[in-house]
């Protein structure tokens, strides 16, 4: 399976500020995508990632708020901006792996962000 | 539409005796699913998955799951539990009809504590 690298793996961030998260993939793949896990929460899918075109961001996530960038086909990063309290999760990459169609996510280690 | 969902937050288990961890879903389709692990501050691990043909899919580390289309269930099972077992599981499904990745839908998931 791919091997998914992201940095930071945690940051104590202040509220106003923003932090931009990379996830490195050591193979080349279509999609990359972006989750967020609240504290005790299940995994919400932000946006997918495509490399040479704009992300598409599901219900509820804005570009404005998240921006995103895929110069390539291994890499990606996540901003969160303009953080707040309530930004304080853990921000997850994913690829797809598998067969067309049938495949499994895999994920990096994650990303815990806790905004004071 | 789709959903899945996971009944308990939270099962004990002594080491030694069998684990279930319930699951139950609900799709238009036929169902893709899939069980993931989240060992404390690391991201998700891929478990196994059901596309098709024979209903007990076996995976890593020994777990084993059983598709049930009558009941809509797909519940995780281990023979004997290892305390090493103690983590966060996670059900998950897409609908057959859907070819992104990004439909993969993540139950609320299920705190698994084994005691020695």
């Known amino acids: 399976s791919a091997v998914i690298s992201q940095k930071p793996s945690r940051d104590i961030c202040q509220r106003g500020t923003s932090l931009t998260i990379q996830c490195q993939v050591d193979s080349q793949v279509t999609m990359m995508f972006w989750y967020r896990q609240q504290p005790g929460q299940s995994l919400t899918l932000i946006a997918t990632?495509?490399?040479?075109?704009?992300?598409?961001?599901e219900s509820g996530f804005v570009i404005d708020k998240f921006p995103i960038s895929r110069p390539n086909l291994t890499f990606s990063t996540l901003t969160v901006s303009n953080m707040s309290p309530e930004d304080s999760s853990i921000y997850l990459c994913?690829?797809?792996?598998?067969?067309?169609?049938?495949?499994?996510?895999?994920f990096g280690e994650g990303s815990r962000l806790t905004v004071l | 539409a789709q959903s899945v969902a996971q009944p308990e937050d939270q099962v004990n288990v002594a080491e030694g005796n069998p684990l279930t961890v319930k699951c139950t879903y609900s799709?238009?389709?036929?169902?893709?699913l899939f069980w993931y692990v989240q060992y404390p501050n690391r991201g998700l691990q891929f478990l196994l998955k059901?596309?098709?043909?024979?209903?007990l899919v076996k995976g890593s580390y020994g777990f084993e799951a059983e598709f049930n289309k009558s009941q809509t269930s797909f519940h995780l099972k281990k023979p004997s539990a290892l305390v090493s077992d103690s983590a966060l599981y996670f059900c998950a499904v897409r609908d057959e009809r859907y070819s992104s990745a990004s439909k993969i839908i993540f139950g609320s998931g299920t705190r698994l504590s084994i005691r020695p």
């Open positions: 990632a495509n490399q040479g075109s704009e992300a598409t961001y």
């Open positions: 799709v238009s389709g036929n169902p893709y």
């Open positions: 994913s690829v797809e792996e598998g067969s067309a169609n049938t495949g499994e996510l895999f």
């Open positions: 059901y596309i098709t043909g024979d209903n």
